[in-house]
């Protein structure tokens, strides 16, 4: 999730808690519900299997776009117009000991997608 600190301090911790929702209720319209799950205080992890992870593209395309509409939406509330950066990354048994490097290059990609998101706010 994109500026959970500047919700936070402005809006204070319980609308925080609102925009964490929002972020996990736009997944949740994506992806199964079973499969997205809260890491973090602000990140979430999503682990697709079968159809999902088969289209696993076009889904991931589908979330940004959501996020950005809803990041765009003048009719909600500052802390429910949230965004959020995307990475993902798929297990490969071959080169692949742990989860942790899984882990590892979607953050990397979540990271560059966030640098993106800021340089087109320019």
Same mark, same amino acid.
């Given at each position: 999730?994109? +500026?959970? @600190?500047?919700?936070?301090?402005?809006?204070?911790? /319980? *609308?925080?808690?609102?925009?964490i929702?929002?972020?996990?209720? =736009?997944?949740?319209?994506?992806?199964?519900?079973?499969? !997205?799950?809260? !890491?973090?205080? +602000?990140?979430? =992890? &999503?682990?697709? /299997?079968?159809?999902?992870?088969?289209?696993?593209?076009?889904?991931v395309?589908? !979330? *940004?776009?959501?996020? *950005?509409?809803? /990041?765009?939406?003048?009719?909600?509330?500052?802390? /429910?117009? &949230?965004?959020?950066? !995307?990475? $993902?990354?798929? $297990?490969?048994?071959?080169?692949?000991?742990h989860?942790?490097? &899984?882990?590892?290059?979607?953050?990397?990609?979540?990271?560059?997608?966030?640098?993106?998101? @800021?340089?087109? @706010? @320019?």
């Amino acid at each position: 999730m994109n +500026d959970l @600190k500047g919700i936070n301090d402005n809006y204070g911790h /319980e *609308k925080g808690d609102i925009s964490i929702q929002t972020v996990c209720n =736009i997944a949740c319209q994506v992806f199964n519900p079973m499969s !997205v799950y809260r !890491v973090g205080g +602000d990140e979430f =992890i &999503v682990i697709l /299997e079968d159809g999902e992870f088969e289209n696993r593209e076009e889904l991931v395309t589908k !979330v *940004k776009e959501l996020f *950005k509409q809803n /990041e765009s939406n003048d009719s909600l509330s500052p802390w /429910e117009r &949230v965004s959020a950066a !995307v990475g $993902y990354a798929v $297990y490969d048994p071959n080169s692949d000991e742990h989860v942790a490097g &899984v882990m590892q290059r979607a953050d990397a990609e979540m990271y560059e997608n966030k640098k993106e998101m @800021k340089a087109n @706010k @320019k």
